[in-house]
Structures are given as C-alpha cells and as structure tokens.
Nanobody, 126 residues
Framework: QVQLVESGGGLEQAGGSLRLSCAGS????????MAWFRQAPGKEREFVAA????????YYADSVKGRFTISRDNAKNTVYLQMNSLKPDDTAVYYC???????????????????WGQGTQVTVSS
C-alpha cells in the first residue's frame, strides 16, 4: 500500500517554529516532485512549497517565502517543511503530496500530484 504520512504538526505561538515531516512507503518517491499544501477552515486548499526530485529546485508561495524551507532526503523517502516565524494565518491542515512533474504541469497545481497524505494540523496562536 502506497502511503504518505505527515507528522510534526501541533500548537505553536506566533514567531515560533515547527518542522513537518512526510514519510513515504510502499514505493520510492525519489523520482517524484513533492510538495506541501495547506487548507484553513472555510478556505480552499492552497499551495505552500514544492521541490524537484533531486532537491535542486524549490518553489514557494509568496505568503511563506523567506519563512518556510522545503527539503527532502531521498534515502529516507521523506520530505520536510521547516516553518519559522510562524503567524496565526499559517493555521491550517498541512498536506504533503507527490507526483510526476511534466513540462506542461504546474508546480503549484494540486492536479500535478497523484499521491496525498492525510494531513497534519498546525495551529499558531497569537
């Protein structure tokens, strides 16, 4: 069974940091693009960050640029999201995703990714 399992979410104060992890199992994701999305209550799911299969290219939403860092360890089949300078607006369920990026697909589009985790809650208090 192919799975992506997120961990590391929780409650943090504004200005604090959290590190999310997403471990893959059932197949290797080392040739896949991987990404993080988030969904706040009453809002649509939105792109947060993405990373190429090699880790050589990264992409961020403007709202998190300079505060969040995406990375991956292909030997561990795991992608990470380091979140610093957290804000209450970062409160959401965070999902990791994996997929085969093609030339005509967008890093920021959820349709690019065929595998999804179940999500982990991040709550930032003011």
């Amino acid at each position: 069974q192919v799975q992506l399992v997120e961990s590391g979410g929780g409650l943090e104060q504004a200005g604090g940091s959290l590190r999310l992890s997403c471990a893959g199992s059932g197949r290797t994701f080392s040739s896949d693009a991987m990404a993080w999305f988030r969904q706040a209550p009453g809002k649509e799911r939105e792109f947060v960050a993405a990373i190429s299969w090699s880790g050589g290219s990264t992409y961020y939403a403007d709202s998190v640029k300079g505060r969040f860092t995406i990375s991956r360890d292909n030997a561990k089949n795991t992608v990470y999201l380091q979140m610093n300078s957290l804000k209450p607006d970062d409160t959401a369920v965070y999902y990791c995703a994996a997929g085969q990026k093609t030339y005509d697909s967008s890093w920021q589009s959820s349709g690019t990714y065929g595998y999804w985790g179940q999500g982990t809650q991040v709550t930032v208090s003011s």
